[in-house]
């Protein structure tokens, strides 16, 4: 429970300091499979690339790295030299092997479908973030947990406004909260 807590105050903190006009949310796409309470070291691989930015997901990862470890206090590593992911076809066999290689207890893989500056109808185009996470567990090996998590700038003021970093990092606190809500 206290856990929750400091998620939610990290988070919190983030609005305070200028989020404000921030509209984002996390949907719960399977809900847990058991408890994530045990959870101390995860894995988060990189992230594959579906957005038109070529960076996108190598600075969501290095965001939710920050997130997880400062607002759901896990230790985040890096999966081991040579290991490719590809969220669709990731399952749980593979996951178990990966945190077994380096001593974790989960894996986190994802995808980046949006990263940038959406023009939208009628207003200036909007920083967007938009990703899916996976978690697997590696003993036993199962899925876990999986979200979908957006964020965009909800001002209307287009490159006015918010930030696309701020955005994204609304994007990662949000998913981190939700996580540790389920701890």
Known sequence: MRRSWLAASVLAFGLAAGCGSIKSRVETVTAPSASLSGLKRIVLTPLVNRADD???????????????????????????????????????????????????????TGIVFAYGYVPEPSSPPR???????????????????????????????????ETLTTVAMAAADRLAAALAEHR
């Open 127 to 161: 920083p967007t973030v938009r990703l899916d996470l996976r978690v697997f567990g590696a003993e036993p090996a199962s899925l876990l947990w999986a979200a979908r998590a957006s964020a965009s700038d909800a001002s209307g003021l287009g490159s006015g406004g």
């Open 54 to 108: 070529p960076g996108a997901a190598l600075v969501m990862r290095a965001m939710l790295a920050r997130s997880l470890a400062l607002g759901a206090h896990l230790e985040v590593l890096d999966a081991p030299p040579g290991t490719m992911v590809d969220p669709e076809t990731f399952g749980r066999e593979q996951a178990r092997d990966v945190a077994r290689a380096v001593g974790a207890d989960a894996v986190i």
